[in-house]
């Protein structure tokens, strides 16, 4: 049987305005948000990032993402772009170098997924001294979780 796993790019820039906020962070307590982008015939393409305005809902080891604070967030974006991107998945930190999806990520995933169909999550651990690892997962209708690798594109 032949799996397919999708294709996903990454604007360049936003990746660039991710790395800024995870940097921002030092790691010291996890973070995330939604993505924002395009999907057809089995490629995504991520536009956008949110981020939240502050980290009251993190500590070391748990992020609570603000739902009515990203959607804020998400039409703010929304507006930037002529053909607007659609939430295609959420991110989060952890402080950890361990870059599987946790209990609670899976639980959430799957609310994410009776809601909107296939979705993408990635989970960003630190990688060295200076460096990050994305490890992106893709969610299928189905509930299967894939792995996946990113591509950057400008």
Same mark, same amino acid.
Request: proline share 0%; with cysteine; hydrophobic share 30%.
């Given at each position: 049987m032949n799996i397919f796993i999708p294709k996903i790019i990454v604007k360049e820039t936003a990746y660039t305005k991710l790395l800024k906020h995870i940097y921002d962070t030092d790691f010291q307590y996890e973070t995330g948000g939604i993505l924002l982008g395009y999907s057809c015939l089995q490629i995504f393409y991520v536009t956008a990032f949110t981020f939240p305005r502050h980290s009251k809902n993190a500590t070391k080891m748990t992020f609570i993402l603000n739902g009515e604070e990203h959607m804020e967030e998400m039409e703010k974006v929304r507006k930037k772009f002529r053909f607007p991107p659609k939430l295609i998945g959420v991110? &989060?930190?952890? $402080? *950890? /170098? /361990?870059?599987?999806?946790?209990?609670? /990520? @899976?639980?959430?995933?799957?609310?994410?997924?009776?809601?909107? %169909?296939?979705?993408?999550?990635?989970?960003? *651990?630190?990688? %060295?001294? /200076? %460096?990050?690892?994305? $490890?992106?997962?893709?969610?299928? !209708?189905? !509930? $299967?979780? &894939?792995?996946? @690798?990113? @591509?950057?594109?400008?």
């Open positions: 991110w &989060h930190s952890h $402080t *950890t /170098d /361990d870059s599987s999806l946790s209990f609670q /990520d @899976k639980e959430s995933n799957e609310v994410l997924v009776s809601q909107f %169909g296939e979705i993408l999550s990635f989970i960003i *651990t630190q990688k %060295g001294v /200076d %460096g990050i690892q994305l $490890t992106a997962y893709y969610i299928s !209708r189905k !509930r $299967t979780i &894939h792995l996946c @690798k990113c @591509k950057y594109n400008k």
